[in-house]
């Protein structure tokens, strides 16, 4: 055992992508001492929409209406997936809680609670999701009743087209306009956190506002790309709001977008105070089962710089993005504990030949395998640790690209995941 | 629409007919059912043979190859990297095909110098330890995409014209001439007849299938070839493995990469042909031989064409699995001599890349000897002027050209390759000029875009919403282009994906279908709306 620093933890959550910010806040809120750990990972990409079950069946490309009824269907026709483990009321619970708790942290999300919504993309396509950022809410709104709409962008922001987005929807949608301004102070090619960091400040909401009043004309609505604020969102919208005089929504945009950029900065700011102790952008370097079945976890930059001891691990690492899995030539791997993973044959069978093949791609449904109480599982279901827990994309049995699922994934996995745990931990305590 | 020649296909071989006859002053119609370069010409090494592969297998190919790289390295210049080639063997290469390399070679009229083991380890540290004979050639690289939009800029600048998406649908005989050649666009379904005096089939693998239209039967075999790109170039040199040509043998730098390959797997057809997994790791495994950094190496992109070999009559020997000893010469087919007796129509296919100039002279001479056309061919001759059309398919000049400029609004719409939108539009208005319409995957081939590490995730969305922007694209036209460009970048990422490529393509999967949702779209780019499950 290396002489470092060393930190003691009942809870260690590894990977800061949706699922481990999850698991950190819903064992924070348990009474779980916990420490995360993490690369920055793919919560940076996260395009803010909260997806719970946007198709199925997904080879069928059914668009899901009500996401609850679906999920019923799911359980019965793919008992294996992840969502299979949960109840609908549970899966409720902890969307509610995680909506209370983005509530409470001054970035409110808004969902119809029966029915999915219908997000526009910025390809102009139709997005079906469950909740989204109180900075979309209108949008959905708009298009449902076809409300006449500005939509503004950008001279210098790439990958956003008003003109693409109104092309696209005009066959359903006949009511829209466009324009295309310069973003106050905004020269050369433009990125949407800058674009956002500056609407925090009241000056250039003024003269963005300025700058679109005189083109609103008759129209109802006005939707930008997604750049209002990073922290005060509230503000930023009801400013450009009652500036408009017209409801104003975001659009989201191409990924890596401030979507993913505010909840990485709304979990990092608000899980400490929580009691979490973040180890952000650090990596687990090494792992080691002591005698007693505490895990002791080698963590650090760019080398073990310190001992993490931890009485159980929940595993958020994500997919070969967020490297919790790995692949070579022969086969997948876990990439710290090694558990086993659940995986196609061969690399004949990983990908099909068709990009966008409708039943998906068979290495989407790789991953591990876990027990009711989501603990990784290897030969005949036997669970590997008993306090090895995992949570999110890394489950195996799911496709939460095709399925639109997600966000949803993640909150709900983590969520019975930590109640699984704190289960566990206090079984240890009594055992005692 | 009338001619006096319509060339069908427009890979190297139609382009350079057509260049051959413009520059003779005889007007020409080229009719492509895709896009320059859509088969073997763009689904190839890039390599300039020596001739020193085929020295064995195909003397007579192997003495055309010499005198052509030699002609081409004059002539179109600008298209080729002088590398020089080593043919190197490793221990355990077959001993009596090594001792007799430096002296069939000289029969064929090639110069194949030893090299000492020390010295070859100081020209391309990247080659194995464990080599056993090395010698020199002077094997070239050439830029195919170049080399055609070239040729058919130039034929263009002499009076022929060039109809992409336009699919030969049938022909007119009549008293044993083709009247006319009816001509399908594939963008409006539009069919159109075009009047020739001489119709030249330069369908390359697709010869066999077009002149089976006109009544005339042409036994091919479909050879497919496979190829790697790694994402940086591993040698200088182009190296080829010194023994009988099989899979995964030769290493051809190609700008900032370098292009692994090949294999030789018969095809019922050309027309639906994947890399294959077993292919490529063949290929890895063989290369690694040679250069054991290739084992480890990323590789960002596979494609594979389909060589158009000739069935010869008694030579169907079972003996040839893998096609290697079929001959890679190519064929000039006289169709007044076949049962068909066609006055006015003739095949030219097989050959090589290295060797399309030749083939191009042969079949303009055939075409001005039935025109009673007194004009020798010029092509030996005249060098290929480097156009501006053809110019952003070259690695590194785009982002030069970009540094250099400096303009602040010039945003780069494809960001691993450095293209701006200045050459985007250039781009556009060169396709314009061919009669077309600038989509994803038109401007793709004409360009570096795509074709970067990210291979396409980014610059796809950007490259639309700027051609929407401009007016080139409307309705939901972006959509079906962006579906098409994507799942075309998937055939030759598809077979690559482990390790980053395959975190690479799960971001690419997360982005256009998990967010928008281009898997669900229907052809025509229409969602429906939301179901009840």
């Known amino acids: 055992m290396p002489d470092k620093e060393e930190t003691l933890c009942d809870l260690i959550v590894i990977g800061t992508g949706l699922a481990g910010l999850s698991a950190a806040l819903f064992a924070a809120r348990r009474g779980i001492d916990t420490v995360l750990v993490g690369l920055t990972g793919e919560i940076g990409f996260a395009s803010g929409l909260l997806d719970l079950l946007g198709v199925h069946p997904v080879a069928d490309g059914r668009m899901v209406k009500d996401p609850w009824r679906a999920l019923e269907r799911l359980r019965r026709e793919e008992p294996g997936h992840p969502y299979g483990k949960i109840d609908n009321d549970v899966i409720r619970k902890s969307i509610a809680d995680m909506l209370a708790f983005l509530a409470e942290s001054g970035y409110p999300y808004w969902c119809d609670s029966q029915a999915n919504l219908r997000m526009v993309t910025p390809v102009g396509t139709c997005k079906p999701t469950y909740a989204v950022p109180h900075t979309m809410q209108y949008g959905p709104v708009a298009l449902a009743q076809k409300t006449p709409c500005l939509l503004v962008d950008f001279e210098g922001l790439k990958g956003y087209s008003a003109i693409q987005i109104a092309a696209k929807l005009s066959a359903c949608h006949p009511h829209l306009r466009t324009l295309r301004i310069a973003f106050p102070e905004g020269r050369g090619e433009l990125y949407t956190e800058h674009m956002a960091r500056a609407l925090e400040t009241t000056a250039v909401r003024a003269t963005l506002i300025e700058a679109i009043r005189p083109h609103i004309g008759d129209v109802l609505c006005i939707g930008l790309p997604a750049i209002l604020g990073i922290y005060d969102t509230v503000r930023v919208l009801e400013d450009l709001t009652q500036g408009l005089g017209r409801p104003v929504f975001e659009i989201p945009t191409m990924v890596p977008g401030v979507t993913g950029v505010r909840l990485q900065e709304l979990f990092g700011r608000r899980l400490p105070a929580l009691g979490v102790r973040c180890l952000m952008q650090q990596r687990v370097w090494n792992t080691w089962r002591r005698t007693d079945g505490r895990w002791s976890l080698a963590v650090g930059q760019n080398t073990a710089e310190r001992t993490v001891r931890a009485r159980s691990v929940m595993l958020c690492s994500g997919r070969f993005f967020g490297k919790g899995l790995c692949a070579d030539r022969h086969g997948i791997r876990e990439t710290i504990f090694d558990v086993p993973v659940v995986q196609p044959f061969d690399r004949t069978l990983w990908h099909n030949k068709d990009l966008l093949h409708a039943p998906g791609h068979p290495i989407n449904r790789a991953g591990l395998a876990v027990d009711h109480r989501f603990r990784p599982t290897g030969d005949q279901g036997r669970v590997v640790f008993p306090n090895l827990f995992a949570a999110g994309t890394i489950l195996a049995y799911q496709d939460w690209v095709r399925q639109k699922c997600g966000s949803g994934l993640a909150i709900a996995t983590a969520y019975a995941a930590v109640a699984a745990c704190h289960e566990y931990l206090k079984e240890v305590e009594s055992a005692k | ?533």
């Open chain 2, 1 to 533: 629409m009338q001619t006096q020649v319509l060339i069908i296909g427009a890979g190297i071989t139609g382009a350079g007919v057509a260049r051959d006859l413009a520059l003779r002053g005889v007007h020409c119609i080229i009719v492509e059912k895709q896009d320059v370069n859509a088969g073997a010409s763009g689904g190839n090494h890039g390599l300039l043979h020596s001739g020193a592969r085929y020295i064995a297998s195909d003397p007579a190919s192997a003495v055309e190859c010499q005198r052509e790289n030699h002609l081409l390295k004059h002539l179109a210049a600008h298209c080729i990297e002088a590398t020089g080639g080593l043919f190197v063997a490793v221990a355990g290469d077959d001993e009596n095909y090594i001792a007799d390399f430096p002296s069939t070679s000289r029969r064929c009229g090639i110069t194949a110098h030893e090299i000492d083991l020390k010295e070859v380890h100081e020209l391309e540290p990247a080659l194995s330890n464990r080599l056993i004979a090395a010698y020199a050639v002077n094997d070239a690289t050439i830029d195919p995409f170049k080399l055609s939009l070239d040729t058919i800029a130039d034929a263009q600048l002499h009076g022929s014209r060039l109809l992409r998406y336009s699919r030969v649908v049938g022909f007119e005989i009549v008293h044993g001439r083709i009247r006319a050649t009816r001509v399908k666009d594939e963008l409006t379904g539009r069919v159109l007849s075009i009047a020739a005096d001489i119709v030249v089939n330069a369908a390359g693998a697709w010869a066999g299938v077009v002149a089976a239209q006109a009544g005339a039967p042409i036994r091919m075999r479909y050879s497919k070839g496979t190829l790697l790109v790694t994402q940086n170039r591993i040698a200088y040199r182009v190296i080829n493995r010194l023994r009988k040509a099989t899979d995964g043998d030769i290493l051809v730098p190609g700008g900032t990469v370098s292009i692994l390959g090949t294999t030789s797997e018969r095809v019922a057809s050309p027309d639906v042909i994947y890399p294959e997994i077993h292919e490529v790791d063949a290929i890895i495994d063989e290369g690694a031989v040679m250069l054991p950094q290739l084992a480890e190496t990323r590789f960002i992109r596979a494609y594979c064409g389909v060589r158009p070999l000739l069935e010869e009559a008694g030579k169907r020997g079972t003996d040839d699995p893998d096609d290697r000893a079929v001959s890679r010469g190519f064929a000039l087919i006289d169709h007044l001599a076949g049962p068909e007796k066609l006055a006015n129509f003739v095949t030219i296919t097989g050959g090589k890349l290295t060797t399309y100039r030749l083939m191009a002279e042969r079949t303009a001479d055939w075409v001005c000897r039935r025109l009673g056309i007194q004009q020798p061919c010029r092509t030996h001759r005249v060098p290929l002027p480097n156009t501006v059309d053809a110019r952003w398919t070259e690695p590194g000049l785009a982002p030069n050209t970009w540094l250099r400029s400096h303009a602040p609004n010039d945003a780069l719409l494809c960001e691993c390759e450095m293209v701006p939108r200045s050459v985007v539009e250039q781009i556009v208005t060169t396709i314009r000029k061919q009669d077309g319409r600038p989509s994803l995957k038109a401007i793709s081939l004409r360009s570096r875009i795509g074709k970067g590490p990210c291979q396409g995730t980014f610059c796809s969305q950007r490259l639309a919403a700027y051609l929407y922007d401009r007016n080139y694209l409307a309705g939901s036209q972006g959509i079906v282009e962006l579906r098409a460009f994507l799942r075309e970048r998937w055939r030759g990422q598809q077979p690559l994906l482990w390790d980053t490529p395959l975190a690479q393509a799960e971001l690419l999967e997360a982005m256009h279908c998990g967010l928008f949702c281009l898997e669900l779209a229907a052809e025509g780019g229409v969602i429906e709306g939301l179901d009840h499950a």
